[in-house]
Structures are given as C-alpha cells and as structure tokens.
C-alpha cells in the first residue's frame, strides 16, 4: 500500500526505519506510468518497506526539502534520512532491485 503524504506531513515517512517516497504530480505522464508498479512492489515488499506519493503540487514545501527538480523521483529514507534517490520511470524489477539495494 503506498500512503499519501498530505499538507506536507513527512511524519510516518521519516518515523519509518525504511520508507520509499514517491515525488509525482497527477499532470506527469511517466509519474501516472509509475503509479501502479509502486503499487505492485509496495504490495510485494509489504512489512519491509513502507511505502509513500507525495504530490509536488499540493506539498511543495517537501519537495524542496528534499531538492526534487525532476519528476518522477524516488527517494529512499533509512531511519528518517534520504540515502539514495532515482529519477524516471522505471520497470517493476529495476525499482524492485533499487530499493532493495538500499536495505
């Protein structure tokens, strides 16, 4: 399940000891693209990682904090600090893998 982060509340993305925000906007053809393989691996990897969509548009304050200039962008958190980040779509496994990486 991918949470969606609201009025730029990054409290349970950064409480998390392993979370995956996803920077997206509903106007971007290869974030709406991303969307259902997020959903995929969120489901797959479900108790290990938690997953969250954080609107550029509507939570601009988190997207500069994590200096996102390019949509979409992944951005992988280990007990609340940012340690990687990826731009683009990507295939499920390519993600899959990325995230993993990271654990």
Do not use: Y
Request: glycine letters at 2%; proline letters at 4%; a negative charge.
């Amino acid at each position: 399940m991918v949470n969606v982060i609201k009025n730029n509340d990054l409290t349970a993305a950064k409480a998390s000891k392993f979370a995956v925000i996803d920077f997206s906007a509903t106007w971007c053809n290869p974030c709406r693209m991303l969307a259902p393989v997020l959903e995929q691996v969120s489901e797959e990897l479900a108790g290990e990682v938690d997953f969250f969509n954080c609107d550029v548009d509507a939570n601009n304050a988190s997207a500069i904090e994590f200096h996102i200039s390019s949509i979409p962008a992944i951005v992988v958190l280990k007990d609340g600090q940012k340690i990687d980040m990826t731009v683009g779509f990507q295939p499920k496994e390519s993600l899959k893998q990325f995230i993993l990486s990271h654990k």
